[in-house]
C-alpha cells in the first residue's frame, strides 16, 4: 500500500476520510468534532477533523508508557503548557493576556506571544511566577522556547518551581536545550512523540527509549538504505485506531526515527515499536558533499561537541555549501568559528564549503516551531528509501 499524505487528506476532506455513515455538518452541529488546520511546519497546512475525546483517550493511554507520567498524570492534574500560541494556546502578540484569559480547565498557557524573540525579562519572570502559583504536576513545553526561558533564569540567578515531570512536544529537543533546561530543572523529562493528525504515538518511557502507543495506532517502518542510515533509520507511516471520527491508513507523518536494535527496554514494556530515538523531521534532513542523508539527530551530535553556543541553525544552500548560524555569548569567534568549521567538514565532507555566521537570536519559523537545519533545494525522502521495503508512490501508481 502507499503511503498516505497530506496532499492525500487535502483531496479526500472531509468525505474521504470519515467512517462509512458519518456526517461531518451532524458531527460540528452536536460539538462531536471540530475542524482544525495544522501550522504546516512541512509543506501546506492541511485541515483535520478534530475529536476530542478521542484525542483525550490518545494522550491517556501514552502515559502509561512512562512510570513518572502513570503517577502524576491522573486526567485531573494541572498542566502548564508553554508553546507557541501558533501551535496551541491564545495569541494576543499586542496587549498582555491576564492569566485567567489563558487558562482552560485544568490548562494554563504560559505564553501568548508567537515571537519569542519579543519576551523581555517581564514577560518570563510573570511566566515563573505563574509556575508558582499554578503548581503544575505536568509541564508541557516545546523544547526551544523551554531553553529559551531556561537560559534567563540562569543567568538572572533566579529559582523556578519544579513540577512532576516536563513532556517535551512540538519540535526536537536538541542536546543544547536539554544542556539548558537541566541547570533549572531537575525533574524527569520525556518526550512525547506524536501530531494533530494521528494523536499520541510515542511516549518515551523512564529508561530513555520510545515506546509505541499500540492501542491507538499501528506504525509501519521504512527503512532508509543502508548507505543513508537503514536499516534502523527510517520513515514512519502510522494508521491511527478507534477513532470514530476520522480514519487515517499509513500516514506519512513526515518523521525519521531510529528503531532500537536490541528490540528490548528495561523498563519491560513489550509490544509495538520500540526507539532508541526519534531523528527528526524528513524536512530537517541535509547532504553530505558525497550525497549521503544527514539527519537532524546525527547533525546535533555533531555540533553538540561545541561549547558555550545557545542556538544553531544549519542551511545547506546547494550541494557542497553550508552556512551555520550561531548564538553564542563566546567572545572568541575567531576559535569557536574554526570549531565548526571543522565539525561540520568532519560531517559533511572535506570538499564542503563552510561559513559561519554570528547571531543575536535566531527566530522560529512562520508555523512557530524552530527549523535546525534545511536545504535550500528539494529533497524527495522517497528516494532515499531501501526500495526492497518500500515502493516509490509513482511505482504503485503506475
Ligand atoms: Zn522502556
Same mark, same amino acid.
Given at each position: 500500500?502507499?503511503?498516505?499524505?497530506?496532499?492525500?487528506?487535502?483531496?479526500?476532506?472531509?468525505?474521504?476520510?470519515?467512517?462509512?455513515?458519518?456526517?461531518?455538518?451532524?458531527?460540528?452541529?452536536?460539538?462531536?468534532?471540530?475542524?482544525?488546520?495544522?501550522?504546516?511546519?512541512?509543506?501546506?497546512?492541511?485541515?483535520?477533523?478534530?475529536?476530542?475525546?478521542?484525542?483525550?483517550?490518545?494522550? &491517556?493511554?501514552?502515559?502509561?508508557?512512562?512510570?513518572?507520567?502513570?503517577?502524576?498524570?491522573?486526567?485531573?492534574?494541572?498542566?502548564?503548557?508553554?508553546?507557541?500560541?501558533?501551535?496551541?494556546?491564545?495569541?494576543?502578540?499586542?496587549?498582555?493576556?491576564?492569566?485567567?484569559?489563558?487558562?482552560?480547565?485544568?490548562?494554563?498557557?504560559?505564553?501568548?506571544?508567537?515571537?519569542?524573540?519579543?519576551?523581555?525579562?517581564?514577560?518570563?519572570?510573570?511566566?515563573?511566577?505563574?509556575?508558582?502559583?499554578?503548581?503544575?504536576?505536568?509541564?508541557?513545553?516545546?523544547?526551544?522556547?523551554?531553553?529559551?526561558?531556561?537560559?534567563?533564569?540562569?543567568?538572572?540567578? &533566579?529559582?523556578?518551581?519544579?513540577?512532576?515531570?516536563?513532556?517535551?512536544?512540538?519540535?526536537?529537543?536538541?542536546?543544547?536545550?536539554? *544542556?539548558?533546561?537541566? *541547570?533549572?530543572?531537575?525533574?524527569?523529562?520525556?518526550?512525547?512523540?506524536?501530531?494533530?493528525?494521528?494523536?499520541?504515538?510515542?511516549?518515551?518511557?523512564?529508561?530513555?527509549?520510545?515506546?509505541?502507543?499500540?492501542?491507538?495506532?499501528?506504525?509501519?517502518?521504512?527503512?532508509?538504505?543502508?548507505?543513508?542510515?537503514?536499516?534502523?533509520?527510517?520513515?514512519?507511516?502510522?494508521?491511527?485506531?478507534?477513532?470514530?471520527?476520522?480514519?487515517?491508513?499509513?500516514?506519512?507523518?513526515?518523521?525519521?526515527?531510529?528503531?532500537?536494535?536490541?528490540?528490548?527496554?528495561?523498563?519491560?514494556?513489550?509490544?509495538?515499536?520500540?526507539?532508541?530515538?526519534?531523528?527528526?523531521?524528513?524536512?530537517?534532513?541535509?547532504?553530505?558533499?558525497?550525497?549521503?542523508?544527514?539527519?537532524?539527530?546525527?547533525?546535533?551530535?555533531?555540533?553538540?561537541?561545541?561549547?558555550?553556543?545557545? *542556538?544553531?541553525?544549519?542551511?545547506?544552500?546547494?550541494?557542497?555549501?553550508?552556512?551555520?548560524?550561531?548564538?553564542?555569548?563566546?567572545?572568541?569567534? &575567531?576559535?569557536?568559528?574554526?570549531?565548526?568549521?571543522?565539525?561540520?567538514?568532519?560531517?559533511?565532507?572535506?570538499?564542503?564549503?563552510?561559513?559561519?555566521?554570528?547571531?543575536?537570536?535566531?527566530?522560529?519559523?512562520?508555523?512557530?516551531?524552530?527549523?535546525?537545519?534545511?536545504?535550500?533545494?528539494?529533497?524527495?525522502?522517497?528516494?532515499?528509501?531501501?526500495?526492497?521495503?518500500?515502493?516509490?508512490?509513482?511505482?504503485?501508481?503506475?
Amino acid at each position: 500500500m502507499p503511503a498516505f499524505t497530506k496532499k492525500d487528506i487535502r483531496e479526500n476532506f472531509p468525505q474521504g476520510l470519515l467512517p462509512k455513515g458519518r456526517d461531518v455538518r451532524r458531527g460540528l452541529t452536536s460539538g462531536e468534532i471540530d475542524l482544525v488546520k495544522t501550522s504546516g511546519s512541512t509543506g501546506d497546512a492541511v485541515t483535520n477533523i478534530w475529536n476530542q475525546k478521542w484525542w483525550d483517550a490518545s494522550e &491517556k493511554a501514552s502515559w502509561s508508557l512512562n512510570s513518572v507520567a502513570t503517577n502524576v498524570a491522573t486526567g485531573e492534574h494541572r498542566e502548564a503548557i508553554l508553546a507557541n500560541p501558533r501551535n496551541v494556546g491564545f495569541i494576543s502578540d499586542e496587549a498582555e493576556l491576564p492569566m485567567e484569559k489563558r487558562c482552560l480547565s485544568r490548562f494554563l498557557y504560559l505564553n501568548e506571544k508567537t515571537d519569542p524573540l519579543s519576551w523581555t525579562p517581564e514577560h518570563m519572570d510573570r511566566m515563573i511566577r505563574e509556575l508558582e502559583v499554578f503548581r503544575p504536576a505536568v509541564l508541557e513545553a516545546n523544547p526551544s522556547l523551554l531553553a529559551r526561558l531556561c537560559r534567563y533564569i540562569v543567568s538572572s540567578g &533566579k529559582t523556578v518551581f519544579q513540577p512532576g515531570l516536563i513532556v517535551f512536544t512540538y519540535e526536537y529537543p536538541t542536546k543544547f536545550h536539554y *544542556q539548558q533546561i537541566l *541547570q533549572a530543572f531537575r525533574v524527569p523529562i520525556a518526550s512525547s512523540y506524536g501530531t494533530t493528525e494521528v494523536g499520541y504515538v510515542f511516549m518515551q518511557c523512564e529508561k530513555g527509549k520510545l515506546h509505541q502507543n499500540v492501542q491507538y495506532c499501528r506504525v509501519d517502518f521504512q527503512p532508509l538504505k543502508p548507505e543513508h542510515g537503514g536499516p534502523h533509520v527510517g520513515r514512519i507511516l502510522v494508521t491511527t485506531f478507534n477513532n470514530p471520527w476520522y480514519i487515517l491508513v499509513r500516514f506519512d507523518v513526515g518523521d525519521l526515527v531510529r528503531l532500537d536494535e536490541e528490540g528490548a527496554c528495561p523498563c519491560g514494556r513489550q509490544g509495538g515499536l520500540i526507539l532508541s530515538t526519534t531523528e527528526g523531521r524528513s524536512a530537517n534532513v541535509t547532504l553530505t558533499c558525497g550525497g549521503r542523508l544527514v539527519t537532524l539527530r546525527e547533525l546535533d551530535n555533531a555540533v553538540s561537541v561545541l561549547e558555550d553556543v545557545e *542556538q544553531y541553525r544549519l542551511d545547506q544552500l546547494s550541494r557542497d555549501e553550508y552556512r551555520l548560524h550561531l548564538v553564542s555569548p563566546r567572545t572568541d569567534r &575567531k576559535t569557536l568559528s574554526g570549531q565548526a568549521d571543522r565539525v561540520l567538514e568532519k560531517l559533511y565532507g572535506e570538499e564542503a564549503d563552510i561559513s559561519v555566521v554570528f547571531e543575536t537570536d535566531i527566530a522560529p519559523s512562520s508555523s512557530g516551531k524552530y527549523s535546525i537545519s534545511e536545504t535550500s533545494f528539494p529533497i524527495n525522502l522517497e528516494d532515499f528509501l531501501d526500495t526492497r521495503y518500500a515502493r516509490k508512490a509513482t511505482t504503485i501508481a503506475g
